[in-house]
């Protein structure tokens, strides 16, 4: 499975959108790029996922650049209950869904 | 409500004893899955289990057993072999169906600490 590379850390204003990199420079054709969140000391939870064309739904948007070779998760207004570890991953159908959690960026939502 | 239990949330046991977590799924997911959580660090899959009465190791397996005799059920014993057992413990499940994309549903966790 391709590895992915976040930043360790990002501050986001309350009501600001929150942009979260990722870099997945050897990410094959047939791997998606998922999107999970984790508030402390609970499970995480899953955001988004996408392929190749930029996807959204209610929580986020997540845009893939042409190359696939990085991404963006987009929280449009941020709460402070966004304030969470995000992690990017990707993996293929063919993996049986066993994703590698690297260590993922924590967002601090401030008021 | 459907979702996964984990039991207990905290855990306390002595170096050298066994110890069991349960994980219980009434989402009526085929897979299930383990993982470790460290301080700081990402998950680490310890097992996975696509269907009952079969499991594969993770990354991480060493110094752990899981058993798969129900649907709903993948309990993970941390045996005294495993080195550093202390740590965060998740569990999830997802549908399992091969080639489709399959988001992954998780537990609370347990956390447990060997002294």
């Known amino acids: 499975d391709a590895k992915t590379t976040q930043p360790p850390s990002m501050d986001c204003a309350e009501g600001r959108a929150a942009n979260l990199p990722c870099n997945h420079s050897?990410?094959?054709?047939?791997?998606?790029v998922y999107w999970y969140r984790q508030i402390h000391s609970q499970g995480p939870q899953y955001i988004i996922h996408g392929l190749k064309n930029n996807e959204t739904n209610e929580m986020a948007s997540l845009i893939i650049t042409e190359d696939r070779k990085s991404s963006t998760l987009i929280l449009p207004h941020a709460t402070l209950r966004d304030t969470a570890v995000y992690y990017c991953?990707?993996?293929?159908?063919?993996?049986?869904?066993?994703?590698?959690f690297g260590s993922g960026t924590k967002l601090n939502v401030k008021p | 409500d459907g979702g996964i239990t984990q039991s207990p949330k905290y855990l306390f046991r002595k170096e050298g004893q066994n110890v069991t977590l349960s994980c219980e799924q009434n989402?009526?997911?085929?897979?299930m899955y383990w993982y470790r959580q460290d301080p700081g660090q990402g998950l680490r899959l310890i097992y996975y289990s696509q269907i009952v009465n079969d499991f594969q190791k993770g990354d991480i397996a060493e110094g752990y057993s899981v058993s798969r005799e129900k649907k709903e059920s993948f309990p993970l014993t941390v045996t005294s072999a495993q080195k550093n057992p202390t740590a965060f413990y998740l569990c999830?499940?997802?549908?399992?169906?091969?080639?489709?994309?399959?988001?992954?549903?998780f537990g609370p966790g347990t956390r447990l600490t060997v002294t």
């Open positions: 991953i990707v993996s293929s159908l063919y993996n049986f869904n066993k994703f590698y």
């Open positions: 999830a499940s997802s549908m399992g169906l091969a080639g489709v994309l399959d988001e992954q549903y």
């Open positions: 989402l009526n997911h085929d897979a």
């Open positions: 050897t990410i094959s054709g047939n791997e998606y």
